[in-house]
């Protein structure tokens, strides 16, 4: 990894993220890389976890075993999401395709850390990105009870409407609201999120977050329209 290091890409992560200790500066696309020439090794990533190194930080998520994450796991990496880029990686490439995925984001989004509700909302939308909430895929079409199983199994609509008004989950809720769209079973939760939207009371014109959150939610469910 020593060999891949970049000083001056090291020098901008350190400004763009000051929480860091230690940097190389190596591209998070080269880290993936060396990554798959290695089997996954979830007691490697624990370790991993635990250094300050950022791009061992990031090794964690992408070597990480995610068929052997555990509840316990998430202890060892609730520390790293200050750090915004591994609790993107986290959510992406690894928690989110553990069995215990939804258990896990629902866990988190009702956190009181904004780092760990952003991981919450991202985690869901990656899991519904690889289709790993299989009970969820499976649900009929169009079903208006699923909004009464969102909320119980995820968070309340009014809530997440909320986290739309805190600063760093505009774009997070953004990213959800385009996988709820385009999930068959999970368009009648689009539809109420939107419908929700047009009914706050501030919104003869929409604010500015709220807005784009209804675009995209609209968006999603017309691309959905055209999806064989």
């Not at 009464?148 to 986290?163: G, K, N, S």
């Amino acid at each position: 990894m020593w060999h891949l290091r970049n000083g001056e890409l090291a020098a901008a992560i350190k400004r763009e993220d000051k929480s860091y200790t230690q940097v190389l500066g190596v591209p998070q696309p080269a880290l993936r890389a060396l990554a798959q020439d290695y089997a996954p090794n979830q007691p490697l990533a624990r370790e991993l976890v635990q250094l300050t190194l950022r791009e061992s930080l990031l090794m964690a998520q992408f070597l990480g075993d995610a068929m052997q994450f555990t509840h316990e796991d998430l202890s060892f990496w609730l520390p790293t999401f200050r750090h915004p880029e591994v609790r993107d990686a986290a959510c992406a490439y690894l928690i989110s395709a553990s069995p215990l995925a939804l258990q896990l984001a629902r866990k988190l989004v009702r956190q009181n850390e904004p780092a760990e509700r952003i991981a919450g909302v991202l985690l869901l939308a990656h899991a519904l990105r690889r289709g790993n909430l299989q009970a969820w895929r499976d649900l009929p079409k169009e079903d208006p009870t699923r909004i009464d199983y969102f909320e119980e199994h995820f968070l309340p609509l009014a809530q997440l409407l909320q986290l739309v008004d805190i600063d760093g989950l505009l774009q997070p809720v953004l990213f959800l609201a385009r996988q709820l769209a385009l999930q068959p079973s999970l368009q009648a939760v689009a539809r109420a999120l939107a419908n929700s939207l047009v009914d706050l009371p501030d919104t003869a014109t929409f604010s500015s977050p709220h807005n784009l959150l209804y675009e995209e939610l609209t968006l999603g469910l017309e691309e959905s329209k055209t999806t064989p």
